[in-house]
């Protein structure tokens, strides 16, 4: 051990930034008393602390935090986590918090205000905070956002007297999951064990409805109160859709924080390089677009299911990790506060684990017909994954209300995303509460099963705040003018880059959206 100094020079991010915070620059020192030799100081660099954050992850190279600049560290290397400017260690109240370790570690490392406040009332858990903050100085005020606030209350008064968690998944909503999870595994013996094409086309229905209602709700905690519970039923998306582990990142943490923000939101990334928002305007290394791109569609589920929690493990070759961060830009990983811990890298694999199983059982129990067994359920989910998650984002309205330069998080939330059918139990379940996106983005911590009854309650709120909801008649709708947009912006693209009075359909060249903040 060296008798040195170790100086952090740490940047402002830019979530922080898009938060109006003006904290300077500053340099963390740190000092050992444990002398050896001459005496001599050790400089370590930035770049230096990074490299040893990224060591002690024992993983691949995908641990980068959200501001591009690595993790958040505090004076002994340990990851922090940030929130309003202010840095917190929260490493000794992991394994009491209240959502599991899991939840809590999402925020690791990283600015994690926008991904805080969605789960937390802003009346309460600030208290708790104080007692592991890190940064001296005056504490920034959280929940600022009155609309946030009414929303919260909005929330409190509809669930009054029914439980201190009675806005997370009922016994009812329960019930409907496990039938529907039975049925689901009867068309999988059906399928592939017994080889039935009619199992293996009913099959992809009844496992979308189980994933999007149970595993969508566990990944945000609110399937059960238990958080174990919610991390095993997460894999009900497994392994026709997506990994539990680098979908906390996906959808979690870019999706939700950053949505449909170009270079941040990995969700943009499912077709490239086809553009699919207006703001997308720099060429792509895959080239141009052909029709042929359109098809990508119908296999999502196997990328997000297997090629990216093998990327993510570092098990590929290193030649093919960079191509696919090349492609994929920003592109989709173990979120930095999981990647140290062997349990959450393991946990990763049995995704990819389980789909190769599939398919290696399929095509060792029937042959060649086990590939076309295969199709049914892998197509069919992809198609009805982008259908229900992206037809209410990629829309003209919904890009032209991002550059509105909204400064409330929450009410940018809101306006952000297209809902349908609203009043409709049966779209809600089929949907797993995604027919309600506006409200599903305000309100993350609420279980789909109390979309429907919450909505208007919700949309009034909306109003009193002048808040436009966008909307569509059904799912159809929604999809055919989320696919017209997607064809306008592509249709036509020159060579190697893009002439903006060209852009076709849908939108005006935009502008990059300045910096928000989530106070009003």
């Given amino acids: 051990m060296h008798n040195g100094t170790v100086t952090l020079t740490k940047h402002i991010s830019p979530a922080i ?49 959200s501001d591009g600049e690595g993790p958040i560290l505090g004076k002994q290397g340990q990851m922090l986590w940030r929130i309003h400017g202010i840095d917190y260690d929260l490493a000794s109240f992991v394994k009491d918090h209240p959502g599991g370790e899991l939840a809590i570690r999402l925020g690791q490392g990283i600015d994690c205000t926008d991904l805080y406040e969605s789960y937390h009332s802003s009346h309460v858990a600030f208290s708790v905070l104080d007692k592991h903050r890190v940064t001296p100085g005056t504490v920034a005020e959280l929940g600022k956002s009155q609309f946030k606030h009414d929303l919260d209350e909005v929330v409190r008064l509809h669930f009054s007297g029914k439980g201190r968690f009675a806005y997370k998944g009922t016994t009812k909503h329960h019930v409907t999951c496990a039938t529907v999870f039975a049925c689901e595994i009867a068309c999988f013996v059906g399928a592939f064990w017994h080889g039935s094409m009619i199992a293996s086309f009913l099959l992809p229905w009844f496992f979308w409805v189980c994933a999007v209602n149970v595993s969508h709700d566990a990944s945000h905690f609110c399937f059960s109160t238990i958080p174990w519970v919610n991390e095993i039923v997460a ?70 299911g297997f090629w990216v929690p093998l990327n993510a493990s570092g098990l590929l070759p290193t030649n093919l990790q960079h191509e696919y961060k090349r492609s994929f830009s920003p592109d989709i990983h173990m979120p930095i506060g999981l990647a140290g811990h062997k349990k959450y890298r393991v946990r990763g694999l049995v995704g990819p684990v389980l789909t190769l199983n599939v398919v290696v059982f399929a095509f060792c129990t029937h042959g060649w017909y086990g590939g076309l067994l295969l199709l049914p359920p892998f197509v069919i989910d992809s198609l009805l994954f982008i259908m229900v998650t992206q037809a209410s984002h990629i829309q003209p309205e919904v890009q032209i209300a991002e550059l509105s330069d909204e400064p409330d998080f929450f009410k940018y939330q809101a306006r952000t995303s297209v809902d349908y059918s609203t009043p409709s139990d049966l779209w809600r379940l089929l949907t797993g509460g995604l027919n309600t996106q506006a409200l599903h983005h305000c309100l993350p ?11 208007p309650a919700f949309e009034a709120c909306c109003n009193r705040h002048g808040i436009q909801l966008h909307k569509r008649e059904h799912l159809l709708h929604a999809t055919s003018t989320c696919m017209q947009h997607v064809w306008g912006l592509n249709q036509n693209r020159s060579a190697r880059t893009w002439d903006p009075s060209e852009w076709g359909a849908a939108v005006d060249p935009p502008t990059r959206r300045r910096s928000r903040v989530s106070t009003e």
């Fill in 235 to 304: 894999f009900a998306a497994v392994p026709f859709l997506y990994e539990p582990i680098t979908w906390a990142h996906q959808h979690v943490v870019s999706h939700h924080t950053h949505c449909n923000e170009v270079g941040a939101d990995v969700d943009l990334q499912h077709f490239v390089p086809l553009r699919i928002h207006s703001e997308d305007t720099k060429p792509h290394v895959m080239g141009n677009p052909t029709p042929f791109d359109y098809l990508k569609v119908l296999l999502v589920g196997l990328h997000l």
């Fill in 445 to 455: 911590y609420v279980s789909c099963c109390h979309y429907t009854d919450l909505y």
């Fill in 17 to 65: 930034a898009r938060r109006g915070c003006s904290t300077p620059r500053r340099t963390l020192s740190l000092k050992s008393d444990v002398s050896m030799g001459g005496g001599q100081s050790n400089e370590l660099s930035l770049e230096d602390a990074k490299a040893e954050a990224k060591a002690k992850a024992e993983g691949p190279a995908m641990w980068m935090s």
